[in-house]
């Protein structure tokens, strides 16, 4: 009976300390709705409106209708026309898209010869699956010949898969892995910095020293900076080593790209440490963005096949703009220029957090 | 500069919600002095202390200390000032020394002047031996004399200290009592809140606050000549009943046992009060010892708390 009246005791306590902590008990609805909302709508393998440029080097009637109907299956999306197969290979290199349409300009003529592909498809290899979403347009019919039946299908589209060529998972994961692996560590060691020390009561004497706010936060974020790097030249090695993952780029500039990611997370978990009250709830926090950088990055599923709403959030997570220079530098040979873009993005994004988390952070208790 | 005065609060207020922390508080603590803050726990020293360091704000009132005013000049006011929280607040995953230097570093030593200073500090605080121990792994004394040491190590000329000693033993209170009265002596204010009255004894003035009020102040000797009571010592076989006879007599206003004497306050204005007490005892049957003794600080702080209304359930 005793036994049973202290197992009570204990569970009201937790239940009752449950109920205090507000926070945590928002996230007890909080992280299965939203997250389930979140996923349930961006989770997706029908993958549709790739990114997609195309060289039209016919220029024909049929070449017009050909490429019309590839848009009308959904599943590509032209952004780009440009004159020349280089230019299309340049546009996959910077990873503004995943397919490149290539038409020769004898593209009439090679229709209707079943020995000869009509076009190309480039392909962005890295990521398996729109390598497979475009496997299947390689099947695609040519408007004109459609009302023929009973034909055994031709391959009307020739794949020319770029940067991957032997399609192993690896070469796409790794890559999209760092920033993964660095968006947990590195958020989660500033988000419980200036908790422990209000934990701990050093805060209190902290504040009351000649210490500014500025100082305080950026001494808290620029030792983890060295860190973060160390972390990345060792996923790097290790894909090297053991997984065979090239790095095509230049190794400085993917150093770079990965120091301002850094800063962006760093300082994100700054702006957590002044919202959460305990270690517990930082931890909390770092979980709740660390799903959707998983999920929703680019790093699982293709970015492009994600609905717009979900596509929006990608945007504002840094892993996804870090996975673009990641796998451009590692896989694409992709210039600093060709991702100059997203490193701003991610320095914009550290200067707003950190900005916001001195803003934030009160130098009074009350 | 405010000449002799370090600190200066004039009508300090502070709310939380509906809790009044501190109420209309004046102040006036002179320099180079030991200044104590006496009162039980919630009756806010704390809070004072943290207004008074520009870690709060003040719902109403102002304060001007070392001549900055607090909370708008805090920023300047720090270099200046030394603060040792209630809780231990350096780094105890950090040696002795580890700590000394950050907080050197903090006020900006340069490279040759702090190892110095760092040098005479674990000197002064005997730390010579331990410089390279945990901060974590020192004893309660220790640590509130590590804490000391960090205070001072920039000679600031106020000390803000929050009650100090509430964890450390007797003989390790002596020893730093010791240390804040050379402080004192070398020009150093020190502010000091605590609830032991032989801490309090030791103050040059002191404040007696309860439930935020300031009840009385002055040095101890000023306080036990102004309690407007006489103190009655009752030495008697039964105590307990002695007590319980003497709580119902009209006029008396405390009676508090220690051991087997009773000290029992009676208003200066009612006349006769050994006799009245030594008789009501006799005609109980009880023989008692009954002699009139002078204050203590302990009886100052019972006539002024409880010279107030009751505090509302």
């Known amino acids: ?366 | 500069m405010t000449g002799n005065t370090a600190i200066r609060a004039r009508g300090l207020t502070k709310n939380f919600g509906k809790l009044c922390a501190v109420n209309n508080l004046d102040l006036d603590v002179p320099r180079a002095a030991i200044y104590g803050f006496l009162g039980p726990n919630g009756s806010g020293k704390t809070t004072a202390i943290r207004m008074l360091c520009g870690l709060l704000t003040p719902t109403s009132g102002s304060a001007s200390v070392l001549g900055f005013a607090v909370p708008g000049d805090a920023i300047a006011l720090r270099p200046r000032i030394g603060y040792m929280t209630q809780k231990f607040s350096l780094y105890g995953d950090m040696t002795v020394r580890e700590n000394l230097a950050f907080i050197a570093d903090i006020y900006s030593y340069d490279r040759s002047d702090r190892n110095r200073r760092i040098d005479e500090i674990l000197r002064e605080y005997d730390f010579v031996d331990r410089a390279r121990q945990h901060a974590g792994t020192l004893s309660g004394g220790q640590k509130q004399r590590l804490a000391l040491a960090c205070a001072v190590l920039h000679k600031p000329e106020l000390l803000l200290l929050d009650e100090p000693t509430s964890a450390v033993d007797p003989r390790n209170r002596r020893d730093f009592w010791a240390r804040l009265f050379r402080l004192a002596d070398s020009g150093t204010t020190i502010l000091v809140s605590t609830h032991y009255m032989d801490e309090a004894e030791r103050c040059h003035r002191l404040a007696i606050l309860d439930r935020g009020v300031k009840v009385a102040d002055g040095s101890p000797q000023e306080l036990q000549d102004s309690t407007g009571m006489n103190i009655i010592e009752v030495r008697a076989d039964n105590p307990q009943r002695a007590a319980t006879i003497l709580e119902n007599l009209p006029g008396v206003m405390s009676v508090t046992q220690l051991g087997v004497r009773l000290r029992v306050l009676v208003p200066q204005e009612i006349p006769g009060a050994r006799q009245t007490i030594d008789a009501e005892l006799r005609k109980h049957g009880l023989t008692a010892a009954v002699a009139e003794v002078s204050a203590s600080l302990e009886d100052v702080f019972v006539a002024v708390t409880q010279a107030r209304p009751e505090r509302a359930a």
């Open chain 1, 1 to 366: 009976m005793n036994r049973l009246a202290r197992l009570f005791a204990i569970m009201r306590k937790e239940l009752l300390q449950l109920g205090r902590d507000r926070l945590t008990f928002g996230m007890i609805v909080g992280i299965p709705s939203i997250m389930i909302l979140l996923f349930g709508y961006a989770i997706n393998n029908d993958v549709r409106d790739l990114k997609a440029a195309v060289a039209d080097l016919a220029d024909t009637h049929l070449s017009r209708q050909f490429v019309a109907q590839l848009e009308q299956t959904q599943v590509l999306n032209v952004h780009y026309s440009v004159s020349t197969p280089e230019q299309l290979e340049k546009l996959l290199r910077a990873g503004k898209i995943s397919v490149g349409i290539h038409i020769p300009p004898d593209f009439d003529r090679r229709s209707i010869d079943a020995n000869r592909t009509a076009a190309h498809l480039l392909v962005d290899g890295a990521d398996p699956t729109i390598f497979g979403v475009a496997n299947q347009l390689a099947n695609f019919p040519l408007g004109f010949d459609s009302t023929e039946t009973g034909k055994p299908p031709v391959r009307n589209l020739e794949i020319r898969p770029f940067y991957n060529p032997e399609r192993r998972t690896a070469v796409n994961v790794v890559p999209g892995l760092i920033g993964v692996i660095l968006t947990l560590t590195m958020i989660l060691f500033t988000a419980v910095a200036i908790v422990r020390e209000r934990e701990h009561g050093n805060l209190e004497l902290l504040i009351n020293t000649p210490v500014s706010t500025t100082e305080l936060m950026i001494g808290k974020v620029v030792p983890y900076i060295a860190i973060g790097l160390v972390q990345l030249a060792l996923i790097v090695m290790f894909g090297k080593l053991l997984f065979d993952v090239p790095v095509r780029g230049g190794l400085l500039e993917l150093y770079v790209g990965a120091a301002a990611f850094i800063a962006a997370n760093l300082a994100l978990g700054l702006l957590i440490s002044t919202v959460a009250r305990t270690q517990f709830q930082a931890m909390q926090m770092t979980f709740f963005l660390l799903l959707p950088s998983i999920l929703l990055s680019g790093f699982v599923f293709p970015f492009d096949g994600m609905p717009p709403a979900a596509q929006l959030l990608g945007e504002l997570l840094p892993n996804t703009h870090f996975i673009r220079i990641t796998r451009g530098i590692m896989l694409r040979d992709a210039s600093i220029v060709d991702v100059g873009n997203e490193i701003a993005v991610l320095a914009g994004f550290a200067v707003v957090a950190l900005t916001l988390a001195i803003l934030r952070f009160s130098r009074r208790l009350d």
